[in-house]
Every structure is written in C-alpha cells, then in structure tokens.
C-alpha cells in the first residue's frame, strides 16, 4: 500500500515537473489543445507569407525575396505575384 501512495506521489511530481506557468512545457501544450478543442477561443491572426522567387543555377536552385526579371527562362517556382 504504501508504495502505491509512494507511485502517485512521484508521477505527480513528474508531471508538475513538465507543467509550467508560462504556458509552455509538454503537459501545458496538451492542455491547451484540449481546451481549444473544447472552448472556441478566438484564434491570433496568421502573418501573410512573404513572396519567394527560385531559380534555377549552375549547382542548386537559388530563391530571392524579388523576382530576377530578366531570368524567366530558369524561374523554377514562386509564391507571390506572378511575374509577367
């Protein structure tokens, strides 16, 4: 009996180990999961990704933030505006 209570006592204490008050740590995170799946808690807003220009060179493919318009010909994929 007394290492059941001995068990309970030291599963508490590894599990308050990894709850922290911040609201980070492993247990924390499956609170809130729990909870948002439970209360319909608004969500923050999603930042807007930023374009991406890749193109293709000698060795790899090379990606820019600008499209590189005298490189159509080698403009492997983007995201962004289309560059024509």
């Not at 059941?4 to 590894?14: E, F, K, N, T």
């Not at 709850?19 to 492993?26: A, K, V």
Request: charged residues 25%; contains cysteine.
């Amino acid at each position: 009996m007394m290492w059941r209570i001995a068990l309970l006592a030291l599963l508490v204490g590894v599990l308050t180990g990894c709850f922290r008050l911040d609201g980070e740590g492993p247990v924390s995170d499956s609170v809130n999961f729990l909870v948002d799946r439970v209360v319909d808690r608004p969500k923050p807003p999603m930042k807007p990704l930023e374009p991406i220009y890749c193109y293709r060179t000698l060795a790899v493919v090379d990606c820019a933030s600008e499209p590189q318009l005298a490189d159509d010909r080698r403009l492997v994929g983007h995201y962004g505006p289309a560059t024509r």
